[in-house]
């Protein structure tokens, strides 16, 4: 199975939610970030089903936000970037 990601940015909440499916394990962990970060923290929410994740990012003020994919070692990139 192919595994898909779709990930949103709410500039009036400052979050990004992620969610992350057709993947029954998750290998990275989640930083903690200092107060200096534009990540304020990351977070792991409840994913209807047995082999996806949701998670969200939020942030401390606003950003542009780029995600996109890589391959060897495959990974998801999220680039955020202050305004």
Known sequence: MVG???????????LI???VDGYRAFSAKLPKFSRDSLVEEMYFDEHL???G???H???????EVKVFSLKNPAR???DITSN
């Open 76 to 78: 998801i990139v999220v």
């Open 4 to 14: 898909s990601y779709n990930f949103n940015y709410s500039p009036e909440k400052l």
């Open 53 to 55: 994740y949701k998670f």
């Open 17 to 19: 939610t992620a969610t």
């Open 57 to 63: 990012i939020k942030l401390r003020y606003d950003a």
């Open 49 to 51: 089903n047995d082999n």
